[in-house]
C-alpha cells in the first residue's frame, strides 16, 4: 500500500451487546496489524461499542492524508447503503484536507463460500460422513429487511447445493425475515432428513451467536431421532484477512474516484428518496427495493418453487419499522 504513514484503514464493524464479540473484532485487528506491520489500521462500530462510526473516522483522519473505510460486515443492508454514505458525507465537511473512501462490504463470493464450504466438510466428519441424501443443510444468517442482502445469502446455499450432494439446502434467518430455523428443521424431518448441518453465516460471537446455541438445544430435545451438527462463527478464517487485503487493493487503485459512487447504494433511488425524508439516521434501515411480494423464493437446493403469503409485511417497502436488528 502506496504512502503508508499517510493513509488510515478504518475497520467498520457492527458492534455486539455481547463485549465479547467487539473483543473478537478488536483481536482481528491486532492480527491484521502483525501481517502488515506498516499499515496503520483503525477499528470502530456502527453501535453498541465506545467508538461509533463518527468518532472512529474522525480518529482515522488526524494525522492522515487519506482514510479508507472497509465495511467488516457480510451483507451489505441498511448500515453499509446509508449510515456510512451518510457518515462519510459529514467527515468529508468536518476533515475537508482529508480524502475519504470506501471499499465494498465483504460480500458473498468464493471466499466466503470456501468457508462456509469447510464448515460443512467440518459438519459431516463430525458426523461421522452420513449419506448427504439423507443431510440436510442450513445456512443461517441474520436477517435484514434489504431483500438484496437476504439473496447474497441465497447465492452462497445454491452454490453449496452445486458443490456436494446434499438433498436438502436451505436457508433460515435470525430475525427480520422469514424462515426461521424451527420452520426450516420442521420442513427437513418432514421430508426424512436424519441428520442436519447448520452453518451460522457470523464472522464474530454476539448475542446471537448464543441464542443459535440455545435453539439447536431445543431442537435436540425436540427431534431426539435427528443428529444435529452446529458451526462456529469464522471471522478469525484465513480467507478473511485475504479478502480485507484485496479490498486494500481495490482501495489503491480507485483513489481518485473517492468523492464518486463507490457504494452499490449511493445513487441509488430508494436511498435519495430516504435521504429525502431525513431517514438515514441510525433509527431507520435501508430496503433493497419496493416491489409488492407474496415471499416467494425457491428453497435453494430444491427446484421447485416454495411460495407462502404471509400477512405480515418484511420491511420491504415501509420506512418506519424497526430497521434491520432483531440481532445485536
Not at 447465492?155 to 424451527?182: C, K, Q, S, Y
Not at 431445543?218 to 462463527?233: D, K, S, V, W
Not at 474516484?257 to 431507520?284: F, I, P, Q, V
Not at 427495493?289 to 407462502?308: I, L, P, R, V, Y
Request: charge should be negative; proline fraction near 3%.
Amino acid at each position: 500500500m502506496t504512502d503508508t504513514k499517510k493513509t488510515t484503514l478504518l475497520l467498520a464493524g457492527h458492534g455486539s451487546r455481547n463485549r465479547e464479540g467487539n473483543e473478537e473484532i478488536e483481536r482481528f485487528a491486532a492480527d491484521w496489524r502483525k501481517m502488515h506491520p506498516d499499515w496503520r489500521i483503525e477499528v470502530c462500530f456502527i453501535e453498541h461499542a465506545d467508538v461509533l462510526l463518527n468518532e472512529g473516522l474522525d480518529r482515522a483522519a488526524k494525522g492522515a492524508e487519506r482514510v479508507v473505510l472497509i465495511p467488516f460486515i457480510l451483507n451489505a443492508a441498511g448500515h453499509v447503503k446509508m449510515e456510512m454514505p451518510a457518515a462519510l458525507e459529514t467527515a468529508r465537511e468536518r476533515h475537508p484536507d482529508v480524502e475519504f473512501i470506501v471499499t465494498r462490504h465483504l460480500g458473498m463470493g468464493r471466499d466466503i463460500f470456501e468457508v462456509l464450504q469447510h464448515q460443512l466438510e467440518t459438519q459431516m466428519q463430525a458426523l461421522d460422513v452420513p449419506d448427504p441424501q439423507t443431510t440436510g443443510v442450513i445456512l443461517l444468517g441474520r436477517g435484514s429487511s434489504d431483500i438484496g442482502a437476504n439473496g447474497e445469502l441465497a447465492r452462497m446455499a445454491r452454490w453449496i447445493f452445486e458443490a456436494n450432494d446434499h438433498e436438502l439446502v436451505d436457508l433460515a434467518f435470525t430475525g427480520v425475515t422469514w424462515p426461521r430455523l424451527e420452520t426450516v428443521v420442521q420442513r427437513q424431518v418432514k421430508l426424512g432428513m436424519t441428520q442436519i448441518c447448520v452453518i451460522p453465516v457470523y464472522l464474530f460471537t454476539g448475542v446471537l451467536i448464543e441464542r443459535i446455541q440455545g435453539q439447536i438445544e431445543r431442537l435436540r430435545q425436540q427431534y431426539p431421532q435427528i443428529a444435529f451438527a452446529l458451526g462456529e462463527h469464522f471471522g478469525f478464517e484465513p480467507e478473511i484477512y485475504e479478502i480485507l487485503d484485496k479490498r486494500v487493493e481495490s482501495s489503491e487503485l480507485r483513489g481518485e474516484l473517492s468523492e464518486g459512487t463507490l457504494l452499490e447504494c449511493d445513487g441509488c433511488k430508494y436511498r435519495e428518496a430516504a435521504e429525502e425524508e431525513h431517514l438515514h439516521d441510525h433509527s431507520h434501515t435501508a430496503t433493497g427495493g419496493c416491489g409488492h411480494h407474496g415471499h416467494a423464493h425457491q428453497e435453494s437446493g430444491n427446484t421447485h418453487d416454495h411460495k407462502h403469503e404471509h400477512d405480515h409485511e418484511h420491511g420491504h417497502c415501509h420506512h418506519d419499522h424497526q430497521h434491520d436488528h432483531s440481532h445485536d
